[in-house]
């Protein structure tokens, strides 16, 4: 099983910075992704960003690309979120998540394609 554990998420005004983190734990895969996911209150969960871990390529959805960055250290088995230019819309309940696989060009980005699930980290942006 992973475990998985985010941190990092608080209040902040917009325009401001968060970094958040999701610490791994327990069985490791060579080939997953790890993605954050976003939950507003009234909204559906929405896809942010994913990593692979081999290679470390990465993926954004168009509401945060240029604005998010995704990384990972291997050693630590962590992924961090570094959000600027933060909106109020990007308030949200953050949660990391972890395919065990992933092949080919297609990135997993539906809730459904994931398999493991941190607890969430509550993200609010005021104006």
């Known amino acids: 099983q992973v475990q998985l554990v985010e941190s990092g998420g608080g209040l902040v005004q917009a325009g401001g910075s968060l970094r958040l983190s999701c610490a791994a734990s327990?069985?490791?895969?060579?080939?997953?992704?790890v993605g954050w996911f976003r939950q507003a209150i009234g909204k559906e969960r929405e896809f942010v960003t994913a990593?692979?871990?081999?290679?470390?390529?990465?993926y954004y959805s168009d509401y945060v690309k240029g604005r998010f960055t995704i990384s990972r250290d291997n050693a630590k088995n962590t992924v961090w979120l570094q959000m600027n230019s933060l909106k109020p819309e990007d308030t949200a309940v953050y949660y990391c998540?972890?395919?065990?696989?992933?092949?080919?060009?297609?990135?997993?980005?539906?809730?459904?394609?994931?398999?493991?699930w941190g607890q969430g980290t509550q993200v609010t942006v005021s104006s």
């Open positions: 327990g069985r490791t895969f060579s080939s997953c992704a």
């Open positions: 990593i692979k871990w081999s290679g470390g390529s990465t």
């Open positions: 998540a972890l395919r065990p696989s992933v092949y080919g060009s297609r990135w997993p980005s539906l809730s459904r394609e994931y398999d493991y």
